[in-house]
């Protein structure tokens, strides 16, 4: 009996009806969004975390084989870049978008490949017939568009929480992750056409909407916002401190922060977060670095935005009350001795 082969992945979540057109050690560290790595370098070299801004929109189904209380037997995520924007449940059987200018998307009509699922799952369970209980369907599919205008693409199956087949859109293949996956990956290559429209999709229909999520984000958050910066410390002990600096709320993602020593690039090892996303769309970063306390006026924070006139550059700067914090056991012998010295001097005048 053949396998019932799934919906076209043209007709997924997301895909409107009607639309289907498209110092010792020297480091430099650099902040930057998109894809990239870091490593630290030998002396002399710079450490940075550099690549091309992208965007990417990816989706997340799960489907439960049977009805369960308090869970969804259907469900979708959907995430823009860093920032899950909008999601679904057979419970409400509505979008409810997750950032505020998804307002717009949901206005618009979207086809639920509920039964794309259910058919899937009806064939699994005929494969598999000592699978009782409840079992789960996931597919993760997206694409990325990359600032040099190249594109990227994924679709991944996955049964009870496991890898299950996934598709090569350069070759046209099913690559299979588990042995039950087999007669699929054979039923579903008898079917150029399947593949044909899976890359398709990621190529092309994937990426149309994700220009338009992006069109519909820039509408909102047209306003450049510059980084709120900051530069904290921590002591660990005489010889060693740590400098934290934090740049938060900017727009866009894109941002520079390098520590520099007396305006050079720094010559101390340098701790760098990845560039996160707060909940109202913005972004924030932190960078750390370990110095000696006596050097610690040579230090800058160095941000570099967009939204920023110029280069923001931050010092260290002690809270007020703070500066000058003597401990208490150190205060109390110290008035007694000049109490005694005092008395003694008092008694030294009134004998002559």
Same mark, same amino acid.
């Given at each position: 009996?053949?396998?019932?082969?799934?919906?076209p992945?043209l007709?997924?979540?997301?895909?409107?009806?009607?639309?289907?057109?498209?110092?010792?050690?020297?480091?430099?560290?650099?902040?930057?969004?998109?894809v990239?790595?870091?490593?630290?370098t030998?002396?002399?070299?710079?450490? =940075?975390?550099?690549?091309?801004?992208?965007?990417?929109?990816?989706?997340?189904?799960?489907?439960?084989?049977?009805?369960?209380q308090g869970?969804?037997?259907?469900?979708?995520?959907?995430?823009?870049?860093?920032?899950p924007?909008?999601?679904f449940?057979?419970?409400?059987?509505?979008m409810?978008?997750?950032?505020?200018?998804?307002?717009?998307?949901?206005?618009?009509?979207?086809?639920?490949?509920?039964?794309?699922?259910?058919?899937?799952?009806?064939?699994?369970?005929?494969?598999?017939?000592?699978?009782?209980?409840?079992?789960?369907?996931q597919?993760?599919?997206?694409?990325?568009?990359?600032?040099?205008? =190249?594109?990227?693409g994924?679709?991944?199956?996955?049964?009870?929480?496991?890898?299950?087949?996934?598709f090569?859109?350069?070759?046209?293949?099913?690559?299979? @992750?588990?042995?039950? @996956?087999?007669?699929?990956?054979e039923?579903?290559?008898e079917?150029?056409?399947? =593949?044909?429209?899976?890359?398709?999709f990621?190529?092309?229909?994937?990426? @149309?909407?994700l220009?338009?999520?992006?069109? !519909?984000?820039?509408?909102?958050?047209?306003?450049?916002?510059?980084p709120?910066?900051?530069?904290?410390?921590k002591?660990?002990?005489?010889?060693?401190?740590?400098?934290?600096?934090?740049?938060?709320?900017?727009?866009?993602?894109?941002?520079?922060?390098?520590?520099?020593?007396?305006?050079?690039?720094?010559?101390?090892e340098?701790?760098?977060?990845?560039?996160a996303?707060?909940?109202?769309?913005? !972004?924030?970063?932190?960078?750390?670095?370990?110095?000696?306390?006596?050097?610690?006026?040579?230090?800058?924070?160095?941000?570099?935005?967009?939204?920023?006139?110029?280069?923001?550059?931050?010092?260290?700067?002690?809270?007020?009350? @703070?500066?000058r914090?003597?401990?208490?056991?150190?205060?109390?012998?110290?008035?007694?001795?000049?109490?005694v010295?005092?008395?003694?001097?008092?008694l030294?005048?009134?004998?002559?």
């Amino acid at each position: 009996m053949p396998l019932n082969r799934p919906v076209p992945v043209l007709l997924l979540f997301g895909v409107a009806l009607g639309s289907f057109g498209p110092g010792a050690l020297c480091g430099e560290l650099v902040a930057t969004a998109g894809v990239g790595g870091g490593q630290q370098t030998g002396e002399g070299k710079l450490m =940075s975390w550099v690549g091309p801004p992208s965007h990417s929109l990816s989706y997340f189904y799960l489907k439960l084989s049977e009805p369960s209380q308090g869970l969804h037997q259907f469900f979708i995520k959907v995430h823009l870049d860093d920032h899950p924007i909008i999601r679904f449940d057979s419970l409400t059987w509505k979008m409810e978008p997750l950032v505020p200018w998804m307002e717009e998307a949901g206005k618009e009509k979207f086809l639920i490949p509920e039964w794309m699922f259910r058919a899937d799952l009806e064939t699994l369970s005929k494969l598999d017939q000592e699978a009782g209980g409840l079992r789960t369907w996931q597919v993760n599919l997206g694409c990325e568009l990359r600032e040099d205008g =190249s594109k990227g693409g994924f679709l991944c199956y996955g049964y009870d929480g496991m890898d299950f087949i996934s598709f090569d859109k350069e070759t046209l293949r099913w690559m299979t @992750a588990q042995p039950l @996956a087999q007669k699929v990956k054979e039923e579903w290559e008898e079917d150029p056409r399947w =593949s044909q429209e899976s890359k398709v999709f990621l190529e092309e229909i994937c990426i @149309a909407w994700l220009q338009r999520y992006l069109s !519909y984000k820039k509408t909102t958050l047209e306003k450049i916002e510059p980084p709120v910066g900051k530069v904290t410390h921590k002591v660990e002990d005489e010889r060693l401190e740590v400098l934290t600096c934090q740049a938060f709320g900017f727009y866009p993602k894109e941002i520079q922060a390098t520590w520099t020593r007396d305006g050079e690039a720094c010559k101390y090892e340098t701790l760098l977060k990845n560039v996160a996303p707060n909940s109202d769309g913005t !972004y924030y970063v932190q960078l750390s670095i370990e110095i000696d306390p006596k050097e610690r006026d040579h230090f800058r924070c160095h941000l570099e935005h967009e939204g920023l006139q110029e280069p923001l550059d931050l010092a260290f700067k002690e809270e007020r009350g @703070a500066m000058r914090r003597i401990p208490v056991v150190g205060i109390v012998p110290g008035i007694i001795v000049i109490g005694v010295i005092l008395g003694v001097w008092i008694l030294f005048l009134n004998c002559k």
